[in-house]
């Protein structure tokens, strides 16, 4: 009778064994079968009990640094730093796509020129100066080092001050927003370069428009800008366009680049490119009579990286080439005494400011 009854046994085990899947098979031979209460845990309720072990270490980690933040959210000043995390902003923003989208709270931020993507969001005001290698006029070979100061400011996500100008985002929508823009544009004296001689000065001019800007995909910024020059100065219409992309930020380091072009009219080809015959004789006949009409004055592309330093602070160094196209290259102002190929380099020292956190 026992004999038979190992029999039974055997054939039963034989059977379940044969109905298992191969992989459940090799699991039933890998892993023991010796009860824990008696020998202790099996391989697989060892490894179990390391994943939780894991598990509640990473728990304990993150709820230590919740803690560290709050703490420092008692101890963090009026005047916050842009540049670099923020206590409070941490768990509110991503860290690497902060610099990159408009934000969730709200999609109308950052339109900052070529510098769209690199801004962080909760600036309001930074400082800044450096110095900057760049042609005596535009279109000139002959290059100086000039001092240049920057300010950018943005107010309540509606106004917005830069190196290209003041905007007013007067309408907007998801990722996109339109409204006026002014901008003043430097006068060019004779006396910078000898190869003006003739010409007289192109005064400062104020220029008075509008913008349009949108970002789209998270990493790429468009902008453009239509201005026309009033009272003194040119007097002409020029259309800025940009289009921004952010090539990648990694810890304190941030780089993008654009491309740009620029269409002028008539008077301000005139203002910069034409020679006319009074001009011609004024320049003792060194420079011959030449007639610009309106057309795309350039095509460009720069380059611009920031660098965090500590909390405030932050390096921008930055590298822009615009090439002038023919029918403004081929005005002697350039072509015999300039170059069509025009380059600026530098870097600017920021300081930023954050005044209250944005709502």
Do not use: C
Request: zero cysteines; aromatic letters at 12%.
């Amino acid at each position: 009778m026992r004999g038979k009854l190992t029999f039974f046994a055997g054939m039963a085990g034989v059977l379940l064994f044969a109905g298992a899947s191969p992989a459940a098979a090799q699991a039933e031979i890998d892993e023991p079968q010796l009860s824990p209460m008696i020998f202790g845990p099996t391989q697989k309720e060892r490894r179990e009990k390391i994943r939780q072990r894991e598990a509640e270490r990473q728990e304990a980690e993150r709820i230590s640094q919740e803690q560290e933040f709050d703490g420092q959210d008692l101890d963090e000043p009026k005047l916050k730093p842009i540049f670099g995390p923020v206590a409070d902003a941490v768990e509110e923003e991503d860290l690497v796509g902060g610099r990159i989208t408009l934000g969730e709270a709200d999609n109308n931020r950052g339109f900052f020129g070529a510098l769209t993507l690199l801004v962080p969001e909760t600036t309001n005001l930074s400082l800044g100066v450096g110095p900057q290698y760049r042609p005596d006029y535009y279109g000139s070979d002959d290059y100086e080092f000039f001092p240049d100061p920057q300010v950018y400011v943005k107010f309540k996500n509606f106004v917005f001050l830069d190196d290209d100008g003041l905007d007013f985002a007067v309408f907007g929508f998801s990722t996109f927003r339109f409204g006026p823009s002014i901008r003043l544009k430097g006068r060019r004296k004779e006396s910078e370069n000898i190869a003006l001689t003739g010409l007289g000065d192109v005064g400062t001019t104020f220029e008075f428009g509008g913008f349009v800007a949108t970002t789209f995909l998270d990493r790429f910024s468009f902008k453009a800008k239509a201005l026309h020059g009033l009272k003194t100065g040119h007097r002409g219409t020029i259309v800025d366009a940009n289009l921004t992309a952010l090539l990648f930020k990694a810890g304190p380091i941030s780089l993008s680049t654009s491309a740009q072009a620029s269409w002028i009219g008539n008077r301000y080809a005139d203002a910069y490119f034409s020679v006319t015959p009074v001009q011609s004789a004024a320049s003792g006949g060194v420079l011959n009579v030449y007639d610009a009409g309106p057309g795309i004055r350039n095509v460009g592309a720069s380059i611009n990286g920031y660098i965090n330093i500590r909390d405030r602070w932050s390096l921008n160094p930055y590298a822009s080439y615009d090439y002038v196209l023919d029918d403004f290259a081929a005005t002697p102002i350039i072509e015999d005494f300039g170059s069509r190929r025009q380059f600026r380099v530098g870097f600017h020292l920021m300081r930023e400011f954050t005044f209250g956190k944005d709502d």
